[in-house]
């Protein structure tokens, strides 16, 4: 890494249906490069409360951050990046709604996800089904992997789709977005269209929506380019 590198902060922030043990392998890679990175453990009841457990990581970093955001996450570091201390966004198979929008507008006019399906609780709180997780959430995955994935599972209150971000950080922040062509929880019309709308520099992988698991090495290397790149943004 270079000496002169000046953005070595770095906030991993995780989607629906999951927690942050799933960045483990972007974790080790970026540490042995030298960076400071810290995991978001989401408590998916609400945006409010998803977008606060980000601020209190990014109010403890020490200077410019590379704010990181998969599925849902995207939703989250969207209205989170606005925090002074984020210097560049990164999009991982993300949402990324504009100010004003809900996630589930993000939707609108593009192609349903048969193999991404959500059981709902009486309660309002979504898991993914059981029996297709493998398939809708991370196909690439050996079986083991997968079947943590699946087990380990944090369930989300299914309203937050419906809460409309208020700010848009991707307006005013340098953007990167890593799309898993593979995708079966998006559209990938949908993907490339959000990733494009906010002017993100695109890396297309191969790979099921667990990307930010089993393609740790793009999705690293992703960060680490906006860290270099979003430093000069930031002077």
Known sequence: MSTDLQIRNVVLVHGAFADGSGWRGVYENLTARGYRVTVVQNPLISLEDDVA????????????????????????????????????????????????????????????TPD?????????????????????????????????????????????????????????????AVIATEDKAFDQAMLQHMATRSGAKITNVSASHALFTTQAGVVADTIDDAAKNAANAHQ
């Open 53 to 112: 457990a980000t601020n209190r990581v990014l109010d403890r970093q020490d200077g410019p951050t590379i704010l990181v955001g998969h599925s849902w996450g995207g939703t989250v570091i969207t209205e989170a990046g606005v925090h002074p201390n984020v210097a560049g966004l990164v999009y991982v198979s993300a949402l990324a709604p504009d100010a004003g929008e809900t996630t589930s507008q993000q939707y609108e006019g593009f192609a349903a």
């Open 116 to 176: 991404f399906v959500i059981d709902v609780g009486e309660d309002g709180y979504g898991f993914l089904n059981h029996d297709k997780f493998k398939a809708g959430f991370a196909h690439d995955a050996s079986d083991a992997d997968a079947a943590f994935l699946r087990d380990s599972q944090v369930p989300i209150n299914m309203s937050v789709f419906g809460t409309a971000v208020k700010n848009a950080a991707w307006r005013d922040k340098p953007t990167w």
